[in-house]
């Protein structure tokens, strides 16, 4: 069943596009007024009395109107009123103009065009190209990546990137050669803008399967792109501790806690269970992190004295941050959304993800003159060189230079 969220506060609605909705998509760039924030992949209206666009989005499916500000939060429309057969909207034969703020990014791959975006509907929603990856050799592929132990998000970028393959060049993976692979990686780079890591990340798939599996020769190693060379988003810590301080509910404020206070992946902290918090040595144990790896890692200890009132009040037994239902971990998806709640409601400018803040935890440390071995060890990180870049945004170093403009009279 589709389900469309929208999130109201006092300044503006938000309409999350959950898994690539161009249906939705249509209906809210129509209603006209909206503007597409890719790096959120919403819609953000101006909030008003009578939001017009509603009535279009209850006849497209029912909607949960959550009211950020309130109490009472949850209200659901349109659930046993409507019929399931979803209705079609027909394309306007009108240019859509979408008004875009600086910074914003690009709408979804299928818009094309520069910003301001006049909307073909004609070739908004393409035909699908079929699938031209079997299912046996999907199979096959999978059990592979099984057999080594390849950790689940690896497995489903593998399938993914395959299946694209020979999707995109309407092949089988038979018939594909070198030639069509370096084709392939052009056009994924050009219309869909792939960065370095995601193209490497598909050239390791590609070359898994043709070598692993279809046990086919001639598919050599390519050249790999080197990857860009983007200094990590980073907060001060007066950032921090507005973040913190203004986020109430204690599941949250503890989460984000631990993810600032122990440098520790997205992945990582909603995995934690209460055995996993050592109070008494102030150490967390993170079982079973990137690369299937074990460590331990500082707790804080203001983190430690929040963790033992939290876990006492709310009776933690298993799940640090249990989901729904409470026999599972919060998921990933959520954790985001709880830090960017969180970076809105404290004003905060910067473009910035909740992994931005294990860049701030080593970054903090790096300045406060903590040896770069001993934050490897912390961030779990194979490779000193992963960590020598948070050299390049640490402050230390420079604290003591003088500008030359500061010498001149």
Known sequence: MDVVYL????????????????????????????????????????????????????????????????????????????????????????????????????PPADIPAEYPVKVNFSVFCPPSLPERFPDHWCEELEAELRSRKYSPQTRRAYVYYNRLLCRTLQKPPEEICGADITRFLAVVEKDREYTASTINIAISAVKFFYREVLKKEGIDERHRPRYDGRLPPVLSKEEVGKILSLENNPKHRLLLMLVYSSGLRVSEVVALKREHIDISRKVIYVRQGKGRKDRCTLLSEKAARFAAEYCSFFDIKTWLFPGQPATRPLSIRSAQHIFDKAVRRAAIPKKISIHGLRHTFATHLLESGTDIRYIQSLLGHSCLRSTERYTHVARRSILNIQSPLDTLM
Request: hydrophobic share 40%; net charge negative.
């Open 7 to 106: 999130f109201r506060n006092s300044d503006s609605v938000r309409v999350p596009i959950f898994d690539d909705d161009p249906q939705l998509f249509r209906l809210l760039v129509s209603a006209g007024g909206g503007i597409w924030d890719k790096s959120r992949q919403e819609f953000v209206f101006a909030q008003c009395e009578n939001i017009s666009f509603l009535g279009r989005i209850s006849s497209h499916a029912p909607y949960v109107l959550v009211d950020e500000d309130s109490r009472n939060t949850l209200k659901v429309f349109g659930f046993f009123e409507r019929s399931w057969e979803r209705p079609y909207f027909p394309a306007p034969d009108f240019p859509v103009i979408i008004p875009v703020p600086s910074g914003a990014d690009t």
